[in-house]
């Protein structure tokens, strides 16, 4: 009896905190849900800018580099330990099993992929090459989507800092894919769709960890392996593509930018 009543008070104290646990996620989820068309929103510009022929190529290189180093610190300082606490070492095999599923589709299945712009008009004029790197590009894209609604449903600080990871790269991949599309022949309005439908794939990834919560300690590494994969295979090389002494450092302020920012507001 004693025991009950206490047990039934120690509720009755936690309760309040429980609710206001379960505002402050909801206001979480929602914050994702609102971050996630931002970013697709980043999809459809860049594959704008590349449909409108006078983008600014200089420009996105920049974001590309900045995204490549910042990317690569947000994965090995906060995603992959975070998701360590989640779900113990057994974490690093979903990080491993999320940087070879990208490699698996970008780079295995699809015969022709790379990140920026598409110039080798032959290489993608099959229309086998331009699917299946599509298809490649929107699991990458899907990814992005659940690494943001992971981040938020551990905390607000680690969906912020994934938030602008993907939001650095956003562009450049919309400007990919359009450029993919019309490197194969296809027109205009195919271009902007396929941007579309990277947005599209963000967003179902968003949703998809927003209602499936339970499985957090796998989507957050998941989400880590592709950020590695993403930033060190796609971005990295795009950058050194085209060395110059302002790429080279932006990829290092990329890195420092979070570090600071670490220290400065999540201790
Ligand atoms: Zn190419
Ligand atoms: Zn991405």
Redesign the pocket.
């Known amino acids: 009896m004693e025991e009950d009543r206490t047990r039934k008070a120690a509720q009755k104290r936690r309760s309040p905190k429980c609710d206001g646990e379960m505002k402050d996620e909801a206001i979480r989820i929602a914050m994702a849900a609102a971050l996630g068309v931002v970013a697709a929103g980043g999809n459809l510009l860049g594959g704008y800018f590349v449909v409108r022929r006078d983008w600014p190529r200089k420009f996105l290189h920049y974001f590309l580099s900045l995204g490549a180093g910042y990317m690569l610190a947000v994965a090995f300082a906060e995603i992959i330990p975070e998701s360590v606490s989640l779900g113990g070492r057994e974490a690093f095999l979903w990080v491993l099993a999320g940087f070879f599923l990208i490699h698996l589709f970008e780079h295995t299945i699809a015969p022709?992929f790379?990140f920026g712009e598409?110039?080798?008009d032959g290489?993608v004029a099959h229309h086998h090459a331009r699917r299946t790197a599509i298809l490649g590009l929107a699991i990458h894209t899907f990814f992005d989507g659940v690494a943001i609604a992971a981040g938020f449903l551990v905390s607000s600080w680690l969906g912020w800092v994934i938030f602008v990871a993907v939001f650095l790269h956003k562009l450049p991949e919309g400007f990919t894919v359009a450029s993919l599309v019309l490197a194969s022949g296809k027109g205009k309005a195919s271009a902007i769709w396929a941007a579309a439908a990277l947005g599209i794939a963000t967003l179902v990834g968003v949703a998809l960890t927003s209602l499936l919560q339970g499985q957090l300690r796998y989507a957050l590494p998941l989400a880590g392996g592709v950020t590695v994969y993403v930033a060190a295979t796609d971005l990295l090389p795009e950058v050194n593509r085209h060395p110059s002494w302002r790429t080279a450092v932006l990829v290092f302020t990329g890195v420092v930018i979070l570090l600071i920012m670490k220290h400065l507001l999540h201790g």
């Open positions: 022709h790379h598409e110039t080798h290489e």
